[in-house]
C-alpha cells in the first residue's frame, strides 16, 4: 500500500519548520502561489529564512507577508518585481538578494531536485551572472556590501558556457489543482509555472491541492515521489485567487 500524505491541518502540514529554514516556493506573482500554506507560515512566526521563488509576490500578497514581517533574510529569485517593499528593503541592505535568470533558476531547481548537483548554460555568458559583481547585499549608505563571485566558464563547441548550481531546500511549498492521498499532482494553466519545479527542490515538499481525488496515471504532472504532506484546502479556500492586476478596456 501506498502511503496516505493527507494531513489534517496546516499546522501539521509545516510541522518541522523552523528559524533559518530554506524553502522552495511554487507560483509567479500571485499566479499559482501556494496562499494557505504561506499564511500558515507566517502564522507560526519562524524568521531569518532563505526563499528560492520566481519573485517575492507583491506588497501585501503572497510572500510580501512574510517580506513586510521582517522574516525572510535571503531571497534567490529571477527578478524584484513590482514589490515596493522588496525593493526598499534589498537597496537598503535589510536583505541579501541572489537575481538569476529565469530559465536558470527554473533550471537549477529541476536539477536539485533531479540529483543534478550543476550544469553549464549560456545564459549570462559575457554579463555579470557569469563575471560576478551583482549585488548580493548592499550596504545602508547605499554602496555594495557583498558581490557575487565569478562563476566558472567552459567552451563546448566554440560557445561559452557558465556553471550553475542545482538547488535544494528545506522544504517546499506548492498548490495544485487537483492531487491524490499518494501527493501525485496535477496543476492548472499558469499555475504550472514554477510550481513542479519548486516540489522537486524540497527535502519535505508540502502540497496544498484545491481537490483531492483518483488520478488517472496519464494526467499527473508530478509524481508523488517528490510530496510528502498533502494539505486538502476548503471550497472557500480553494476559490479565493487574489488577481495582481486587472486589465480593462
Given at each position: 500500500m501506498r502511503r496516505d500524505k493527507v494531513v489534517a491541518t496546516a499546522a501539521d502540514a509545516l510541522a518541522g519548520v523552523g528559524d533559518?529554514?530554506?524553502?522552495?516556493?511554487g507560483g509567479f506573482g500571485l499566479s499559482g502561489i501556494p496562499n494557505v500554506l504561506i499564511q500558515a507560515l507566517y502564522e507560526t512566526g519562524v524568521t531569518g529564512v532563505s526563499v528560492?521563488?520566481?519573485?517575492?509576490?507583491?506588497?501585501g500578497g503572497g510572500l510580501g507577508l512574510l517580506l513586510a514581517a521582517r522574516r525572510i533574510a535571503r531571497v534567490?529569485?529571477?527578478?524584484?518585481?513590482e514589490n515596493k517593499e522588496f525593493a526598499r528593503q534589498y537597496l537598503a541592505g535589510d536583505i541579501e538578494v541572489e537575481l538569476t535568470p529565469q530559465g536558470s533558476l527554473a533550471e537549477r531547481l529541476?536539477?536539485?531536485g533531479s540529483g543534478i548537483p550543476a550544469f553549464y548554460t549560456p545564459a549570462g555568458v559575457g554579463t555579470p551572472v557569469?563575471?560576478?559583481?551583482?549585488?548580493?547585499?548592499?550596504a545602508p549608505d547605499g554602496s555594495v556590501a557583498v558581490a557575487s563571485p565569478p562563476k566558472e566558464v567552459r567552451e563546448f563547441d566554440g560557445r561559452s558556457y557558465v556553471l550553475e548550481r542545482g538547488i535544494t531546500t528545506d522544504f517546499a511549498l506548492v498548490r495544485a489543482a487537483k492531487g491524490d492521498r499518494h501527493g501525485n499532482l496535477v496543476f492548472s494553466k499558469a499555475a504550472r509555472n514554477f510550481n513542479p519545479l519548486a516540489a522537486m527542490a524540497?527535502?519535505?515538499?508540502?502540497?496544498?491541492?484545491e481537490e483531492l481525488t483518483e488520478l488517472d496515471p496519464d494526467e499527473v504532472h508530478l509524481p508523488g515521489v517528490f510530496v510528502q504532506r498533502v494539505l486538502v484546502l476548503t471550497p472557500e479556500q480553494a476559490a479565493d485567487k487574489a488577481i495582481e492586476k486587472r486589465t480593462t478596456s
Open positions: 533559518g529554514a530554506s524553502f522552495a516556493v528560492v521563488s520566481n519573485n517575492c509576490g507583491v506588497d534567490t529569485a529571477s527578478y524584484i518585481g529541476r536539477a536539485g557569469a563575471d560576478g559583481g551583482l549585488p548580493l547585499r548592499h524540497g527535502r519535505v515538499t508540502v502540497a496544498e491541492v
